[in-house]
């Protein structure tokens, strides 16, 4: 019985050895330095401490998202319907918020008060987390079949209420002061704030918590899960309906912001919110992988992407791009584990 | 037939009617869609100027416009039953769209054209099907890898400042170009479909006549299974994300001869019509069952109600439908395949 510790030790790692999740991602954060490196090399202009916090406060609503994505796919569960609930929690908020005595219809609202309105909007938001919960959970719909088609139902919801266009009328003096709102005396706007806050709480909740701990165990091996007692409905319920929460409440500020509900915002953010948590070494299957990692991941698509519009790469090339890294960091991660774990 | 799988040879249980339903329930989906947008006398909106929806020119466009998805989707449905799928086919369709395009604005004759960019199609597939098979990665992932990278691709191959291969700039589209896709053959109906038909005929009959399709099924049901019964499932899977690749580039090609353009984003989507169709067929999701005949009508049905739809509602509720059809697909389709779980 000695071998049997030993090599518990080393799947686990205890005390001797970073567990094969720090491993990954500080992995992928010294890709993400190196990357960066390499960009200021070969781009003008690109060392600068402007660069670097750019690369984070334009990217808050993605790497939002990624939060709720990750905690999904860690569980074993797709959710590509965030980027339809950005939009729709956007419509919804402008939609509720403007005064209901518009000259035509794509100006006239519903007239609630703010508070009411952003309350009704993440309503409708979580809707449709709760709608993915009942298709895959109950149902047993694969997740990836259930959130592109509540991704489009979310979408359409939005186009019908603004015609296909957008509303940016009539709407209360207040509505943009959440998006643009700048904190501490600098440059630095509330949505950012509200993302950092949110990845200290995710990674609390996924290393701390009971809760968080059993969304591994879900993905790793569902049919043990379920014989332990665990309510997986219930917890899957609870991770489409914070993931939806997320996306509502970035597609609110997102409004804010841009003082508009339009129906085409946030498109191919479920992509993009995808693509962040494969980089950042999430892996497919469930069971494996870390905020944190995904927080690199988006460092690293923010480094590529602006490297590509620095060098004066056609807009075209991000799709290449993103292909290319996600297939590299997922052939990488493997082998690198694979090597580790001998 | 000794070896026929057990599922394979089962039939679905309960009543002689609800039996006949089970089985053909998609043949009366598509004469009540038929039906109810011929009732709703799509005439008055005059959209084609041709009058009723059961109007013969109607019948013929409809049929017309669908041949890219008609023939895409017996090959896609090959691929779930086998328990996998393939998101880049609207992608694939769009880069041999401007493939195809680009062959024949320089002057290639129409077969050369053809026969390249179906080994284009063919070459995209066999990438999916080495990220998969090779190297292990998860099919949704993987072609969500190549969704992005034919996209990019294609949207590259296309000029900056032009959104399209079209004529232009010293360079002109021959006139055959869109005889492919227009220009009626037989009964009024273009090559492009009759060729979506032979496809769709030639799946029918590998499914039902060849070791393919028991394959397909067999790996689909229980991959351990399969393999241990000595079926190469590494290869057979290969070989359905290559056929899926082919038939995405002669959906490429019909649409593109359609619109006499190579348009980079014209696949987009594409994959989504699929998968309704796939799934309205009553394909299972987990693989293992699932007809290409019926895939072929749920295509259809697919294509009469967004031409109907087009007419009765406003463009802005297009995506709204599809999202909730998509949604009620996979809702009937999960009580449909309950019931024989069940039973």
Redesign the interface.
Known sequence: MTAYPVKAEGVLGSDHRMGDETFIASLVACVAVGLFLIASVFVPNFFQPLTMLNLVTNNWAVISLGVGVTFLLVSGNFDLSVGGVVALSGVLAVWFAQSADGNNALSTGLGFPYWLAIVCALGGALAVGALNALFVVRFSVPSIIVTLGTMMLARGIAQVITQGSQRNTNLPPEFGILGNLTMFGTSVRLPVVLMVVLLLVAIFIEKKTVFGRLTYWIGANPVTARLSGIDRAKHLTYLYLLSAGIAGAVGILLASEFRSGYSNRGTLMEFDALVTALLGGVAIAGGFGSVIGMFFGALILAVVTTAATGMILSPDWQFILKAVAVFLAIVTQTWALARRNR | MSHTPAYAQSRPAGGPVARFLRSYYIYLVLVAVVVVLSAANLDRFDLFERGNFLNQNNIINILRISAPLLTLVGAFTLLMVSGY?DLSVGSAASLSAVVYALFAIHGLPFPVAFALTLVVGAGLGAINGI?VVR????P??AT??????Y???A??LVE?GVSAIKSGGGLSMPDWFNSYGRIGVMLGLPAAFWVAVGVTLVLVVAQNRTLLGKYAAATGGNPTAARLSGINTGRIVFLLYVIVGMTAALAGIARSSFMSLGDPLSGDGME?SA?LAV?IGGTA?AGGEGRVLRSFIGALIIMALTVGMLILV???????????A??AA??S??LISRKEVVS
């Open positions: 799928i990220l190297l292990g990665i998860t949704v992932i969500l890898i190549t969704l992005s990278l996209k990019g691709i949207l590259l900056d989504l998968i799934l999701f406003p463009a802005y509720f297009q995506t709204l439908l599809i999202g909730l998509l949604l996979a809702a389709n999960h």
